[in-house]
């Protein structure tokens, strides 16, 4: 599945049905101008926190020294007690602060660069080298993050997927062979199965099949993606539409 990582609008999408690809093809790219904003206004709230970050740790160090000063002071008997204790909870005061504009930096930090992740993602590259089927978007509309776009599928690795009506799903099974019927083909080609939905599509209530093809055995031209043919299972009763 070709799908978006950021949502957006979709401002290219170089994808049309049958179309030969080549795995990290440029297929789709998202409108990049929102996530630049938001990046620049990411950068500006990092470098602020980073700010604040520095001036609370450049403030701490002197409440140290300072802290440690009264504390020798105290300890020769210049300075009364209240002063070092002063100090120190000044000191503990700032860490305090430093440690939450520390936090806030972390956060700030991992903005942007979560920013920066989603402006690489605008570009959609494509998963594999296949054929492009089931193109489900449109330049100009607004994707939600991973909205399908389309679907790829490897022509050297044929699959067929399938309908049978619920009430024959006991007669299928994981690894049973299936044959497969073409128009115009001199013979049938046999796949073994390899998925059984659970999930029954509405509204005619039927299980999705896939089997795997073996490709080894087709004849250059046999099958190709997006072929529509006649399954059939056991006795060959159940038979429904199928796209290798």
Do not use: C
């Amino acid at each position: 599945m070709i799908s978006t990582q950021v949502q957006g609008r979709i401002k290219e999408l170089k994808l049309h049905s049958g179309q030969l690809i080549k795995a990290g093809e440029l297929v789709a790219s998202i409108d990049k101008s929102e996530l630049q904003t938001e990046l620049v206004a990411a950068q500006a709230a990092e470098k602020s926190a980073m700010m604040q970050e520095g001036v609370y740790g450049a403030q701490a160090g002197a409440l140290h020294k300072k802290a440690v000063a009264e504390s020798r002071l105290v300890a020769l008997g210049v300075s009364a007690p209240i002063s070092s204790a002063t100090a120190d909870a000044e000191y503990a005061q700032n860490g305090a602060q430093a440690g939450a504009a520390a936090a806030k930096a972390a956060e700030a930090r991992a903005n942007r660069e979560q920013k920066e992740k989603d402006l690489a993602n605008t570009d959609i590259t494509a998963p594999i080298s296949g054929v492009v089927t089931n193109i489900k978007a449109h330049e100009g509309e607004n994707a939600q993050k991973g909205a399908p776009l389309a679907r790829v599928f490897d022509p050297s690795d044929l699959i067929v997927r399938f309908a049978v009506p619920k009430e024959h799903r006991t007669e299928l099974r994981l690894g049973q062979r299936v044959e497969l019927d073409v128009e115009g083909n001199a013979r049938p080609v046999w796949a073994t199965v390899t998925n059984i939905s659970g999930v029954q599509e509405p509204p005619i209530n039927f299980i999705v099949v896939e089997a795997d093809i073996d490709d080894s055995k087709l004849a250059p031209g046999e099958l190709s993606v997006a072929t529509v043919g006649r399954v059939k299972i056991a006795d060959a009763r159940d038979a429904r539409g199928a796209k290798p």
